[in-house]
């Protein structure tokens, strides 16, 4: 465990070296001088030489990127010019937002996903499976801002069971978190519910098509045991890939539905700093969600060992 | 004779869409403590006689006519569920894949235990009873090894595991499916060896489909020939070797390559086994029989007595020393 731990975790720094790479770059891959970015046209050579001095520009390229790295290793990811503070701050005052969403979203999905692909797969062709997969079909087409506004019509303006959007903070008020969050959370897991119980149907299918199912019936097992016992346990490894794709995207990706719900997220802010050509918001959250990325593949991957005794020996 | 442990009258087992027959009027009895060897070329059955026993035929196959009577019991008119009961405590059976007949994410003692759970033993004495059981099955450091899981275990050492599975079940009658196909020529060996000693010891009710005519000389009592899902000749082990009546049985006698001898051209049946639904209309292994008459195609002959302890489906058996009519007397 120690060394495939080790060995994840190599991989994971190369990445983050590439990523912060990348990140660094941004700001020399636009048109022009980075500068002219920042400040209007109508600045004045003072101005921008002033901003230059400020942003480091006027140091060699390779004295940048050494500050650079220096910076970020101490978790300095910048200052935003928008916001007129540190980046780092703003992202982690924002996370506990995103990871509530997220985590909610994710259990839900995962929950009803893998529930509703048993279903479907114990009743093979028949019309719960239709019924499964017919409703997993319509989550996976329905655009997930369409269905947030729908849902804020029906539940938050008609019936006035939630707000219509806004977030209130577990420790102020949890059952306005509960009201705040639930919404948005549905919305994300209809969306992810459909590609997971697809996944744990197709899965499931094919592991009951293995010899050791029949082994399990000829020892005369009930056919649930079966299904939960030998049946599951295995078809959960795709499963999981499935499982952490979706966990990465909810993370890092539920821009839309926190605009529509008003949710102030991380995903708003990226969003926000590259709407304003905010760039140090655009470079810290490029890492950020590189690492968010890495950190879910690196649970999955130990999840992986504990689901299949095979995975350890490697 | 004693009341056989397990009767087959008249199976018939049919493709669910075509109405193509896989096996056809089969019928066999199997005694308490007698190994029955089940030999025929892939393609002539022995699997779904297997599994048609066991209650486990794929959906696209159905038995459509026959009884199978388990120790004066019969199964066909029973529900699944009453099946399912029998199986895990009555019938057992081993199959031939050891690579995959076994759950890859479960510790393979817990794999023997919950068949033992199943019939009500407790939790502690259920771990106590496959440690034992993988004792009797000659798996060293069995201690350790239930905690195994199954790519932890050599082939050999996982149909021992499956072995263990099946006599977890104490079964009356146990189902070897060529448990020895898929090994090592040496282990095959250790396996068989491992069988026939439980079989003893336990005095177990084996039916033991093979196509390996070798083996069956080794452990079987009797012999069932089938040849493309119908009985060719049911005899005693030694009248199967010694004067097979079917000219199929003996055709596959004389494919056994033997050391004698110069070295030659190997002996085969020429032609291959009819597939389901091209059946044809006579004796079904007529167009490959070297001793055909005109009279095999017109219809399948019936399985006849053609002598003491052996019956074999054929118009014209070979007969024995003396003339046939003395022997039916």
């Known amino acids: 465990m120690a060394r495939f731990l080790t060995k994840r975790l190599a991989g994971a720094f190369v990445v983050l070296v590439l990523v912060s790479l990348m990140s660094f770059s941004i700001i020399w891959l636009v048109p022009g001088d980075p500068t002219a970015a920042f400040l209007d046209t109508s600045a004045t050579p003072e101005q921008v030489e002033r901003l230059r001095r400020e942003l480091g520009l006027d140091q060699p390229i390779f004295i940048q990127m050494l500050e650079w790295y220096g910076r970020i290793l101490q978790g300095d990811l910048g200052h935003s010019i928008l916001l007129n503070r540190s980046v780092t701050a703003a992202i982690l005052e924002r996370l506990p937002v995103t990871l509530s969403l997220a985590s909610i979203a994710l259990a839900l999905a995962l929950l009803a996903g893998i529930s509703a692909g048993i279903v479907a797969a114990v009743n093979h062709n028949r019309w719960p499976d239709q019924v499964v997969m017919t409703v997993a079909l319509f989550g996976l087409s329905v655009p997930d801002f369409w269905l947030g506004i729908m849902l804020i019509l029906l539940f938050a303006v008609k019936l006035g069971f939630f707000p219509t959007g806004g977030y209130v903070p577990l420790g102020e008020d949890p059952l306005g978190w509960l009201g705040s969050i639930f919404m948005p959370a549905m919305t994300l897991a209809v969306i992810q519910v459909g590609f997971i119980a697809r996944m744990t149907r197709a899965s499931m299918l094919e592991i009951l098509n293995q010899d050791f199912i029949r082994t399990a019936d000829a020892k005369g097992l009930k056919r649930m045991d079966i299904m939960l016992r030998h049946g599951l346990p295995n078809a959960l490894v795709p499963v999981l890939t499935v499982a952490g794709i979706v966990a990465g995207a909810l993370l890092g990706g539920a821009v839309i539905i926190e605009q529509v719900f008003s949710i102030p997220g991380v995903g708003r802010l990226i969003i926000g700093g590259i709407l304003s050509r905010d760039y140090p918001v655009i470079q810290g959250g490029l890492l950020f969600l590189a690492v968010i990325y890495l950190a879910v593949n690196l649970v999955v991957d130990i999840l992986y060992a504990f689901v299949d005794p095979r995975v350890r020996l490697e | ?329």
Not at chain 2, 38 to 55: I, P
Not at chain 2, 102 to 127: F, I, S, T, Y
Not at chain 2, 281 to 305: H, M, N, S, V, W
């Open chain 2, 1 to 329: 004779m004693t009341r056989p442990i397990l009767e087959i009258k008249g199976l018939t087992t049919t493709l669910a869409n075509s109405k193509a027959t896989v096996l056809e009027d089969v019928s066999f009895s199997l005694q308490p403590g007698e190994v029955l060897g089940v030999v025929g070329e892939s393609g002539s059955g022995k699997s779904m006689l297997a599994l048609s026993v066991m209650g486990l035929l794929p959906k696209v196959i159905r038995r459509t006519a026959g009884y199978i009577i388990l120790n004066g019991e019969d199964l066909t008119g029973s529900p699944p569920e009453h099946w399912r009961e029998k199986r895990g405590r009555d019938l057992a059976m081993i199959f031939q894949e050891p690579m995959t007949a076994l759950n890859p994410v479960m510790r393979v003692g817990d794999q023997v235990a919950e068949v033992l759970r199943r019939r009500g033993v407790p939790a502690e004495k259920a771990r106590q009873e496959t440690i034992n059981l993988f004792m009797q099955v000659e798996i060293p450091s069995p201690e350790q090894r239930v905690r195994a899981y199954p790519h932890e275990l050599s082939g050999g050492m996982r149909q021992r595991v499956m072995i263990a599975i099946a006599l977890a079940a104490d079964p009356k009658v146990l189902i070897a499916d060529e448990p020895t196909t898929a090994l090592d020529v040496t282990v095959q060996a250790q396996i068989l060896d491992l069988l026939r000693k439980l079989q003893r010891e336990r005095g177990l009710s084996l039916l033991f489909i093979t196509h390996d005519l070798g083996v069956i000389a080794e452990i079987a009592d009797r012999v069932l020939v089938l040849y493309a899902g119908r009985v060719a000749e049911l005899a005693s082990v030694r009248k199967i070797f010694d004067s097979p009546q079917h000219p199929y049985t003996r055709a596959l006698l004389a494919s056994i390559p033997q050391t004698k001898g110069p070295r030659g051209r190997l002996v085969t049946i020429e032609g291959a086994v009819p597939s389901v639904g091209t059946m044809p209309k006579g004796c079904r292994y007529a167009p490959r029989c070297t001793f055909r008459r005109d009279i095999c195609e017109q219809e399948p002959p019936r399985l006849g007595i053609v002598g003491p302890s052996q019956a074999a489906a054929c118009l014209q058996p070979f007969g024995f020393e003396q003339p046939q009519e003395e022997a039916l007397a």
